[in-house]
């Protein structure tokens, strides 16, 4: 069945790098992708939902790749600050309009 | 103003007991969720009712139980509380299922521990 994978290491990096958070599926290319942000002691919150037929997907300081050969997903923060400190989860679809969700990547931008 | 909400945000119960978690929104979607979050913070579905009608149901035991009472409400019962059910639990909404055009818009989530 589908499955979810994204590095369970936390990402430290300097501010005003980009910060650049992979995410891996593990059988057939789904639909679409998405990533979410979440705060300790918060609920996920949406940032950027990405279709199999899209290559590319930005929004702000935000970008988000799909590569259905390489079976995954690449989420950029570039021009990292520490407000991007968070979690971040990708989550995709399992059929039968399940989401199913990676256990995330924390992400820490040191000023 | 909060677009979905559940209460309580903290739940404290002795094992056997039985519980309530509510939640409501006012986005006007059509499709509500129940997802699992445990302490390895993997985010597990549970439920899903779309216009109050139950359309996924996952290995979950039948101490679970979910009701729709109408489409901006979800709740979750649980009977019979064991340690291994303290987690923080999310009630999510989304405009239709699985959702293609956006994503979903989670509460802020309940945190339970069976003591």
């Known amino acids: 069945s589908q499955k979810i994978e994204q590095n369970s290491e936390a990402l430290n990096i300097q501010e005003g790098k980009t910060a650049t958070l992979t995410c891996n599926y593990t059988n057939y290319s789904p639909a679409y992708l998405q990533w979410y942000r979440q705060d300790p002691g918060r609920g996920p919150v949406f940032l950027l939902l990405i279709r199999e037929n899209e290559k590319e997907k930005r929004k702000e300081r935000l970008k988000v790749t799909f590569d259905t050969t390489l079976k995954q997903s690449l989420f950029h923060i570039t021009a990292s600050q520490p407000a991007d400190s968070a979690t971040y989860l990708c989550g995709t679809e399992r059929g039968g309009f399940k989401t199913i969700f990676g256990a995330g990547t924390r992400l820490f931008v040191k000023a | 103003d909060t677009a979905v909400s559940q209460t309580p945000k903290y739940l404290v119960t002795q094992m056997g007991n039985d519980k309530s978690i509510k939640c409501e929104q006012n986005l006007g979607h059509d499709t509500m969720y129940w997802y699992k979050q445990d302490s390895k913070k993997f985010l597990k579905i549970m439920f899903s009712y779309n216009n109050k009608e139950l359309i996924i149901n996952e290995t979950v035991p039948n101490r679970f139980s979910p009701k729709s009472p109408d489409k901006a409400h979800l709740n979750l019962h649980i009977n019979s509380l064991e340690l291994g059910d303290s987690a923080v639990y999310f009630c999510?909404?989304?405009?239709?299922?699985?959702?293609?055009?956006?994503?979903?818009?989670f509460g802020s989530g309940t945190r339970l521990t069976v003591v």
């Open positions: 999510a909404s989304s405009q239709e299922p699985g959702t293609t055009s956006g994503g979903y818009t």
